[in-house]
T-cell receptor, first 110, second 111 residues
Framework: QKEVEQNSGPLSVPEGAIASLNCTYS??????FFWYRQYSGKSPELIMS????GDKEDGRFTAQLNKASQYVSLLIRDSQPSDSATYLCAVARNTGKLIFGQGTTLQVKP | NAGVTQTPKFQVLKTGQSMTLQCAQDMNHNSMYWYRQDPGMGLRLIYYSASEGTTDKGEVPNGYNVSRLNKREFSLRLESAAPSQTSVYFC??????????FGAGTRLSVL
């Protein structure tokens, strides 16, 4: 079992729809959780961080964390073609090191 | 404010050649990291440095060495490049346990 697992996709949604990206992790001691977006040929950029159970909203993005079930998700409302990218879930160990999932490719079709 | 700067952006090596990838950050972060990214594999940690003067192995350290030259700079060295080291390499920095910021990456091909 991988420490951080994501469905590699591609996940295809029509423009204006809600995209739902999911991530599960195996280390119950994990405290910090991050979603990075990576456009093709570019470096990862942080879009959301979440540290406690529940929802965290930032514009069209909502991160959801459920530590009991060991999953974290990212919802993108009103998806735009510019949201088409690979989304990386990352989980921080207590050492500060991040463990990344393999990423989910999102395609938003006009 | 440049953030994290990596050089070079592209490099082609022959098997057995050596090279050093350079990374510098201007955010006064204590921690710095080197990752490699291969198709379908996500980002895998090669080495990291929690603070100036310390380094530690990550998930895939074989074939690499690192130097934390000072608080700003963290270099990655390939002593004898192999085709299996063809990859995209990213440097990142962070305050302890917090958000990591990435450089633009180095695309390395080993023939």
């Amino acid at each position: 079992q991988k420490e951080v697992e994501q469905n590699s996709g591609p996940l295809s949604v029509p423009e204006g729809a809600i995209a739902s990206l999911n991530c599960t992790y195996s280390d119950r001691g994990s405290q910090s959780f991050f979603w990075y977006r990576q456009y093709s040929g570019k470096s990862p950029e942080l879009i959301m961080s979440i540290y406690s159970n529940g929802d965290k909203e930032d514009g069209r993005f909502t991160a959801q964390l459920n530590k009991a079930s060991q999953y974290v998700s990212l919802l993108i409302r009103d998806s735009q073609p510019s949201d088409s990218a690979t989304y990386l879930c990352a989980v921080a160990r207590n050492t500060g090191k991040l463990i990344f999932g393999q990423g989910t490719t999102l395609q938003v079709k006009p | 404010n440049a953030g994290v700067t990596q050089t070079p952006k592209f490099q082609v090596l022959k098997t057995g050649q050596s090279m050093t990838l350079q990374c510098a950050q201007d955010m006064n972060h204590n921690s710095m990291y080197w990752y490699r990214q291969d198709p379908g594999m996500g980002l895998r940690l090669i080495y990291y440095s929690a603070s100036e003067g310390t380094t530690d192995k990550g998930e895939v350290p074989n074939g690499y060495n690192v130097s934390r030259l000072n608080k700003r700079e963290f270099s990655l060295r390939l002593e004898s490049a192999a085709p299996s080291q063809t990859s995209v390499y990213f440097c990142a920095s962070s305050d302890e346990g917090d958000i990591q910021y990435f450089g633009a990456g180095t695309r390395l091909s080993v023939l």
